[in-house]
């Protein structure tokens, strides 16, 4: 067992269980747009605000300032969810795009 006795496994174990559970904030953006404060007052119900990205293009899934995934953004029940189609790897950046 590569030198691990079992109570070292058993240690190991608890560490990474003791983890599982501690909460952390998940951020999925949309996109980020430009406004001046005049025309965020102006915003009124019904008005549109674009943003940069289009549709079906992946978003970033970012956990603890660390980019984690890409997905999509889905509906469920009239709710918005985010469909993962892409794990990152650990060096990639937020914005980042693999080729």
């Known amino acids: 067992m590569l030198g691990f ?4 496994d058993e240690d190991s174990l608890h560490s990474v269980k003791f983890v599982e559970d501690v ?4 951020i999925v953006e949309i996109g980020r747009t430009d406004m001046e404060i005049q025309d965020i007052l102006n915003l ?8 940069e990205k ?6 970033d899934v970012v956990v603890g ?11 469920v ?15 990639e950046k937020i914005g980042e795009r693999r080729e």
Do not use: C, H, Q, W
């Open 23 to 26: 909460p952390l904030i998940m």
């Open 54 to 59: 289009i549709v079906g293009e992946p978003m």
């Open 65 to 75: 300032d660390r980019l984690m995934a890409r997905g999509e953004i889905v509906v």
């Open 77 to 91: 029940n009239e709710r918005y969810g985010v469909r993962i189609s892409e794990v990152t790897r650990p060096e």
């Open 5 to 8: 006795d079992s109570n070292e």
């Open 44 to 51: 009124k119900k019904g008005n549109i605000v674009a943003f």
